[in-house]
C-alpha cells in the first residue's frame, strides 16, 4: 500500500472519518492563512501598524508550514490504518 492514494481513504467507513477530519483541519488553517495574510495586507498600509502586520505574516507562513505537515500526517494515518487492515486479514480476523 503506498502513500497519497485514493483508495487509501475510501477503504471504510473509519478511513473516510479520518480523511474527512483531516481536510476539515486542513480547510482551517488554510482559511487562518488566508485572513492572517490579507489583514496583514491591509495593516501594512498604517505606518504604526506594521509590527501586527508582520506578526500576522509570521502567523500566516506558519499556518501555511501546517498544511502539508496535515496532509503527510493524514496520509501516514490512513497507510498505518491499511496495515492493521492487512494483518487482521492474515490473522483471519476481520
Given amino acids: ?3 497519497f492514494r485514493h483508495s487509501n481513504r475510501t477503504r471504510n467507513a473509519k478511513t ?3 480523511y474527512a477530519a483531516y481536510e476539515l ?3 482551517l488553517v488554510d482559511f487562518a492563512a488566508a485572513i492572517s495574510f490579507t489583514i496583514g495586507s491591509v495593516l501594512f498600509l498604517w505606518d504604526s501598524m506594521k509590527a501586527p502586520a508582520i506578526w ?3 502567523i500566516g507562513s506558519f499556518c501555511f508550514l501546517c498544511k502539508p505537515s ?3 500526517t493524514r496520509e501516514v494515518k490512513l497507510w498505518r490504518m491499511g496495515k492493521v487492515d492487512q494483518l487482521a486479514k492474515r490473522a483471519g480476523a476481520e
Fill in 16 to 18: 473516510q472519518r479520518v
Fill in 25 to 27: 483541519a486542513y480547510t
Fill in 56 to 58: 500576522l505574516f509570521i
Fill in 1 to 3: 500500500m503506498q502513500l
Fill in 70 to 72: 496535515l496532509r503527510l
